[in-house]
């Protein structure tokens, strides 16, 4: 128990030290967003903390599968930051694209059920701006350093805990070994090595996506930091 709170206070203490960067961030805003990669990055870095914060509270309440599907987050922000780093504007621009995408694919599944004229029109120019625009692959270029093992535990964790796939539901089902029989769990238990495994994983997440940050924005702390977690 002793080893697994000196964990959670390694994860707080390198949460504490992110939040200082953020508040070290100077950034343009006054351009497009097509051309501001480290606008989208310092978003990513913010989204990420979030993120890594609700993971450790769920692995302190013994949430496992919760706090699984905050760390897959964690690892899909990790694969932005890092095409960010290496790509720049181009992926920026891949973002503005995703997002006019899906919310011009969201505005048509809501179209056949909108009756009054003004929600149609709204619908209809979501339509029109996501026109000729495409989805962010996750996978993206396996190239990159890291990429191939965060999509890997991207995968992994879609499999084993987002997704109510075989794997994550067969979970709440477990052999109680004073009866022989199966029994249905609400909260899935686990053990101190499957804890520590996942603040480990988590903590992984966020190192890889504090790296890519570093890389897309200057800071003055962002090595000194990085170095000494």
């Known amino acids: ?18 939040l200082s960067l953020v508040v070290e961030t100077q950034l343009q805003t006054a351009r497009s967003l097509e051309e501001s990669p480290d606008l989208f990055a310092a978003l990513l870095f913010c989204r990420t903390l979030t993120n890594f914060k609700g993971a450790i509270i769920l692995l302190q309440q013994d949430l496992i599968i919760e706090a699984q599907t905050l760390q897959r987050s964690c690892f899909e922000n990790s694969l932005w930051l890092r095409r960010l780093s290496h790509e720049g504007a181009e992926f920026a621009k891949a973002i503005s694209d995703d997002g006019l995408f899906n919310e011009g694919s969201f505005a048509k599944l809501l179209m056949s059920a909108v009756t009054d004229e003004i929600t149609r029109e709204q619908c209809n120019e979501h339509i029109d701006l996501g026109k000729g625009h495409k989805r962010v692959d996750t996978k993206g270029p396996q190239t990159f350093d890291g990429a191939t093992e965060d999509y890997t535990e991207f995968r992994r964790l879609s499999l084993s805990a987002a997704h109510p796939s075989s794997t994550s539901l067969l979970r709440h089902l477990i052999n109680n070994p004073e009866t022989g029989k199966f029994e ?6 686990e053990d101190d090595r499957e804890i520590i495994t996942n603040i480990f994983f988590t903590i992984t997440a966020m190192m890889n996506t504090l790296n890519s940050f570093i890389e897309c924005v200057s800071l003055t702390n962002g090595e000194k930091i990085r170095n000494e977690f």
């Open 1 to 18: 128990k002793e080893f697994i709170t000196e964990w959670f206070s390694l994860a707080l203490d390198l949460r504490h030290s992110c």
């Open 184 to 189: 249905i769990v609400v909260e899935v238990p």
